[in-house]
């Protein structure tokens, strides 16, 4: 799952080449060998080094305060995230959402690295999510969309249907 | 909750509150410490506040930095429900304090020494290692001996040596024998114009030999070979820099390999040159049998050539404007601004590098090995290989990859003045593309050692090929080459079992010549440290299934614990009863139940080793040899010879059973150590005055522990075999092999620190790609300030000429 994350992540920098990853022990973290040192071990730490070769920083943030925030959100991707039970899931959304009150994205007003791969993270409990709670979780509803819809993220991820209101008969869907 | 918060308000001291709400507004569960950041946004990850502190603080987190947070975050924090659980056993908070009040790590001595070796865990992944019908235990406990076992270890043990005594002499030419296993090995070529580091050197040369040398032990009848590999580009261009002929340069370099290779102990067959008559008319006459079979492909390319220089350009230098970017320095192969895959063609305003001219666009004709055309026929090749021969998991899944993406023709002709002519009239200009060329010179190697070597290379039959490289090399091995021999079609031998290495790194970063970091061959002999003890070192790091690191410390810890403590230890003690309690003479041994569980033990040991090396498991093979010194440490510390030798009659001869037993291991040992420290190897079988048969019975079979020195037999003087790696002498070697103490022009003399700023600045510049101008004003600047220093240290303050002999 990690590697196809970050395919798509290079997918989303418009990088020509994709690299090549092996991954290391039973969880398959991924590993990048770098020709120029040594390798990089970690999702999140490939993730970040690819947006700077991309020469795309803004995506970790642009002031050291959003900078530490992305990496906040990075970090409890793939610990809270990615470990998290039935009952943790709850919690979770609960959380997100009083987060992403008054927040378009993440870290505030910027789009970042933490919105792709929380929206990464998150996108197998969104789509097991019933509608209800769905709309009970309106702010993570709304960012999650609007993630899912921003260009050049969504690469191997099936889009999930949050909206309500069928404008169209299911004809058209 | 109640809780501290520390608070920071821009223009404000930090202030410590004492809020008494939820900390951080949006988290159902407490969670601490928590930032709350200027803006309004809070912090609950500490990792992040921390990121945060130190950047306005104008510290930078790099990405080692970043990888270590991340570990921290998702696999040491996982520990920690584990170890909470743990620490809270009884059992724990016993042992916990035993240690730590009282005696400390000594408590434990008595318990580790009850325990035998950790098993290796490659060991136990692939074949079952285990033959006979003991249980190997999963976690520490002691082997089970079973009494079958036990028996028959001291009948072996009794039967003595073989009559026969190995030949002394290798005959040479060495020619395959009917009777006989014919084992061929190869060690990718090194290029003559590289000296070889340590990576190099465990990757392919010492990788050879030490299974070389077991193979001879194993009586199979080996042949060796091995030599540099000369033509190409970057030989030309030396000789250029040199101002000397590519002959000359290789003949220079050629010597320094050599040198570096026998201080390493690398017992070649043979170790040639690519260089030779033998080459071009054995890489023509396969030329010729693919051309007449239609397995060439004539094509034509286009390519740079300086008119000024007379010679098409490699890409690497054309330098020109960036088709996509119009960055001004872009490279003929890649932009480094934009990060583009280019072609050297499409540059604009396309420059040498070396004169500066604008070269023309050439067309040329070149031929191409039909690869997709042999696909088939090399698919059905390797399938038997593959599943009948030992070839490393790396080297399978190498070749499987590239078969994947497609097999395309490669270009196998280059227009250069220095390599293989290309026999065929249009291609009268050209040489054979190294990566065609270099790998006949094995077979060419060959020819200039015996006449008779199509007996090994024409003989896929009656011999076995073994191809040792680093991982790099694995294509042109597994595909290429053996495309090329198979569309000859003159029943060539092909490589049986390909064995490739990962990449050895220095500390925590990679060997570099030009910034003089790790130790390159030429430099080990100067440590001090002795070549077997070199090659110890390496063989005990071989990265075999991943990348491994050579560490300073670690060889220190490693000679200290393994060699000084665990092998030379046991082995100069038993010498030393023998000596001191016995006359010189190896007492009578009267075997009793411990000392059978003892010999089946060593057998046991004795037997994977030989499983092992037979598979090219040559790490885990010397872990074999270090239980059994570590048995044999053991044997000695619980039997007590030194006290039992003043008691009674009895006592003096378990005493004497004990002492003979050990020495009897000692021999045992110096036959295993053979391919790995061949001096050390020797110099205790002269300590032990062995017979030389000992040398070829002990490996025969699955294993045949003997006793070797019987009873009434005399030893040689002994003395200690290894000496401590000091901390001191380990530092001083760490800092002069880090590569800090190169000045900016590479040549290795101490810098003052006026002299390393101004060095810094243009290093700096350089790198910010200042305008020439200003760097050559730094530059002046800092030639300057070199003379200043040259002169205070009462030098000559005249730079070294850039080009010409180094003398």
Not at chain 1, 58 to 75: F, K, M, Y
Not at chain 2, 611 to 619: F, N, P, T, V
Not at chain 2, 622 to 628: A, Q, R
Request: aromatic share 10%; net charge neutral.
């Amino acid at each position: 799952m990690a590697l196809r994350e970050l395919s798509s992540l290079e997918k989303y920098l418009g990088q020509k080449k994709a690299n090549k990853y092996s991954t290391q022990g039973d969880k398959k973290v991924p590993v990048l060998q770098n020709n120029n040192g040594p390798p990089l071990v970690g999702l999140v730490t490939i993730a970040c080094h690819l947006a700077k070769e991309a020469k795309r920083p803004e995506l970790l943030g642009d002031t050291a305060e959003s900078r530490a925030v992305v990496q906040q959100w990075l970090e409890y991707r793939v610990t809270k995230l990615d470990s998290c039970t039935k009952e943790d899931i709850k919690t979770v959304l609960k959380d997100l959402n009083l987060y992403l009150q008054d927040k378009v994205y993440l870290a505030g007003n910027q789009f970042t690295l933490a919105d792709v791969f929380v929206y990464y993270g998150i996108h197998p409990v969104i789509v097991d999510l019933a509608i209800q709670d769905r709309e009970q979780y309106v702010n993570v509803t709304r960012w999650f969309d609007h993630i899912q819809r921003y260009p050049g993220v969504r690469h191997h991820l099936p889009p999930v249907a949050v909206l309500r209101n069928r404008i169209y008969t299911s004809r058209h869907h | 909750w109640s809780v501290h918060v520390l608070s920071w308000y821009p223009g404000f001291l930090p202030q410590l509150r004492e809020v008494l709400v939820k900390v951080v507004p949006f988290l159902s569960r407490p969670t601490l410490p928590a930032l709350a950041l200027p803006s309004g946004q809070y912090l609950f990850s500490s990792n992040a506040i921390c990121r945060y502190l130190f950047e306005v603080n104008g510290q930078e987190c790099s990405e080692l930095c970043d990888q270590w947070l991340e570990w921290e975050a998702t696999v040491l924090q996982s520990l920690k429900a584990w170890f909470d659980r743990v620490a809270a056993m009884n059992a724990c908070q016993s042992a916990a304090q035993k240690v730590l009040q009282g005696k400390g790590l000594q408590g434990m001595k008595s318990y580790m020494q009850r325990q035998p070796a950790p098993q290796s865990s490659q060991c136990r992944e692939t074949q079952p290692c285990n033959s006979n019908s003991a249980e190997v235990p999963e976690e520490g406990g002691e082997r089970v001996v079973s009494e079958e076992e036990m028996e028959a270890a001291a009948l072996t043990w009794s039967k003595g040596l073989n009559t026969c005594p190995p030949a002394t002499k290798k005959q040479h030419p060495i020619l395959p024998q009917e009777d006989k296993r014919n084992v061929l090995v190869t060690s990718a070529l090194p290029y003559v114009n590289n000296v070889p580091h340590l990576g190099n050197i465990i990757g392919c040369v010492l990788s050879a030999d030490v299974f070389s040398r077991y193979g001879r032990l194993r009586g199979w009848n080996m042949l060796f070979v091995c030599g540099t590999d000369e033509y190409g580009t970057a030989t030309e261009n030396k000789a250029r820099e040199e101002g000397l002929t590519p002959q000359q340069i290789c003949d220079k370099y050629h010597a320094v390999h050599s040198s570096i290779y026998k201080w390493f102990q690398i017992d070649f067959d043979y170790f040639g040159r690519t260089t030779t008559e033998k080459q071009t008319e054995i890489a023509q006459d396969i030329f010729w049998r693919l051309h007449e079979r239609d397995f060439l492909i004539e094509d034509t390319v286009e390519q740079l050539r300086c008119e000024n220089c007379q010679r098409f350009l490699a890409d690497r230098f054309v330098e020109g404007i960036c088709p996509h970017c119009s960055y001004p320095e872009a490279r003929g192969d890649q932009c480094d601004k934009c990060g583009r895959l280019i072609n050297a063609v499409d540059l604009r305003e396309p420059q040498c590098k070396v004169c500066r001219q604008t070269p023309v666009i050439r067309s040329s004709k070149h031929l191409f090995l039909d690869l997709p055309k042999l696909e088939s026929q090399l698919e059905q090749w390797l399938e038997k290989s593959t599943s009948t021969g030992d070839w490393t998991a790396n080297a399978k899944q190498i070749t499987r990859s590239w078969l994947r993406d497609g097999l395309k023709p490669r270009c196998i002709t280059r227009d250069l003045k220095w390599g293989t002519p290309v026999p065929h009239a249009d291609f009268k200009e050209k040489v054979f593309y190294v990566w065609f060329d270099a790998p006949i010179g094995y077979l060419s190697i060959t020819a200039n050692y015996t006449s008779e070597w199509e007996k090994w290379w024409k003989n896929p039959h009656q011999v076995e090929l073994y191809n040792f490289m680093a991982k790099d090399n694995v294509p042109f091995h597994s595909v290429v080459f053996p495309c090329s021999l198979l569309g000859a079609q003159d029943n060539y031998t092909l490589v049986n079992h390909l064995i490739a290495t990962e990449y050895l790194n220095y500390e925590d970063t990679k060997f570099s010549k030009s910034r003089g970091v790790g130790v390159f061959g030429d430099m080990a002999k100067d440590t001090g440290i002795p070549s077997d003890v070199w090659r110890f070192y390496l063989l005990y790091v071989r990265p075999e299934g991943q990348d491994s690191a050579f560490s300073w410390a670690d060889m220190a810890l490693k000679n200290n614990s393994e060699l000084l403590n665990n092998l030379g230890n046991f082995i100069n003690r038993a010498g030393m009863f023998v000596t001191k309690f016995f006359e010189g003479c190896v007492p009578v041994m009267e075997l009793q139940e411990e000392d059978k569980k003892l010999l089946a033990l060593v057998s046991w040991e004795l037997q994977q080793y030989i499983q092992l090396m037979d598979k090219i498991k040559i790490r885990d093979a010397l872990k074999h040899i270090l239980n059994i010194s570590r048995h044999g440490n053991q044997y000695i510390q619980v039997n007590e010879p030194w006290k039992k030798i003043k008691g009674g009659d009895s006592e003096r001869q378990r005493a004497g059973t004990v002492t003979g037993v050990s020495v009897n291991i000692a021999c045992l040992l110096s036959v295993m150590l053979f391919p790995y420290m061949p001096a050390v190897s020797q110099t205790i079988r002269d300590q032990l005055n062995a017979p030389p048969s000992c040398i070829n019975t002990m490996l025969e079979g699955n294993g045949t522990f003997v006793c070797s020195l019987s009873a009434g037999h005399r030893i040689g003087a002994v003395s200690p075999l290894f000496q401590k790696l000091e901390a001191d002498q380990i530092e001083a070697l760490k800092k002069k092999f880090g590569g800090q103490q190169r000045s900016v022009c590479g040549d290795g003399e101490p810098s003052g620190p006026g002299e390393s700023q101004a060095g810094e600045k243009v290093r700096a510049l350089k790198a910010q790609k200042a305008e020439k101008a200003v760097i050559t004003a730094e530059v002046a600047k800092l030639l300057d300030l070199k003379k200043q220093l040259a002169l205070a240290e009462g030098k000559n303050p005249e730079p070294a000429p850039q080009k010409g002999k180094k003398k």
